[in-house]
């Protein structure tokens, strides 16, 4: 018998048979892990994509799809049920990290930066965490972008754009020839304090690019629908 016991953020469920549901959880040690759920009504909350909880997994073999138990500590989007665009923002943080990270495989920081995230919803800063955190995911998964620096002159200050061939930065004066090919770089991601729904939006969209050309692209999966919301509350 394989049993062990981890912290856990509830990604998504979806039903099998009756009172039944298949469970994907992000573990801090056992990465993105399945796990048969039986009394869905009763577990109602655990379910819920955002759920921070101890899991249990049991199987009779390591291949086995196994069963989880679990206790829950935080059932995060029952506190912004009437947040349409907290809510988006919570649902997509899950439903990225359950498309993009592979079945366990440990990924612990991608489990930290998700709890991390799933807390900054209390403050007014949520919208540039939630692009933050899908820049450490995309790096977490191995896509990381270079944001530091220019890839053209080096140079640390006025980063403007990205190159969607390489990922790196360019500052707006190296870029300028080619702006329309680039795609826009928020200053919140270069350490500029504070932010615009309009840094968001560009944000959203350089972080969307990358995970089309590397997550959803190679899945042949579409981009989340919460995803999509969210994009949609910072556009225009």
């Not at 196994?66 to 506190?79: D, K, N, R």
């Not at 500052?171 to 329309?180: I, N, S, V, Y």
């Not at 969210?230 to 225009?236: S, W």
Request: glycine share 10%.
């Amino acid at each position: 018998m394989i049993d062990w016991t981890d912290r856990a953020v509830m990604l998504s469920a979806r039903p099998l048979g009756e009172g039944k549901a298949v469970a994907q959880a992000l573990t801090e040690t056992h990465g993105r892990h399945a796990g048969l759920v039986r009394g869905v009504r009763r577990h109602a909350e655990a379910l819920q994509p955002g759920t921070l909880a101890t899991l249990r997994w049991q199987a009779r073999l390591p291949d086995h799809l196994g069963g989880f138990s679990c206790e829950v500590e935080t059932v995060h989007a029952a506190l912004w049920l009437d947040d349409p665009p907290r809510l988006a923002a919570l649902q997509s943080a899950c439903a990225v990290a359950d498309l993009g990270l592979p079945e366990r495989e440990p990924h612990p920081g991608a489990f930290l930066g998700l709890v991390a995230f799933l807390e900054t919803l209390a403050g007014d800063a949520w919208p540039a965490a939630y692009v933050s955190y899908e820049v450490a995911l995309l790096a977490e998964l191995g896509f990381g972008l270079d944001l530091k620096r220019c890839a053209v002159t080096g140079g640390r200050t006025d980063l403007a754009w990205v190159s969607p061939r390489t990922g790196r930065a360019v500052t707006r004066t190296a870029g300028e020839p080619w702006k329309d090919r680039l795609l826009a770089l928020p200053g919140f991601l270069c350490g500029a304090p504070g932010f615009a729904p309009a840094d968001i939006s560009n944000g959203l969209a350089l972080t969307g690019y990358f995970l089309a050309r590397y997550v959803t692209g190679p899945a042949e999966r579409p981009m989340p629908a919460a995803r999509l919301r969210l994009a949609d509350c910072f556009a225009g």
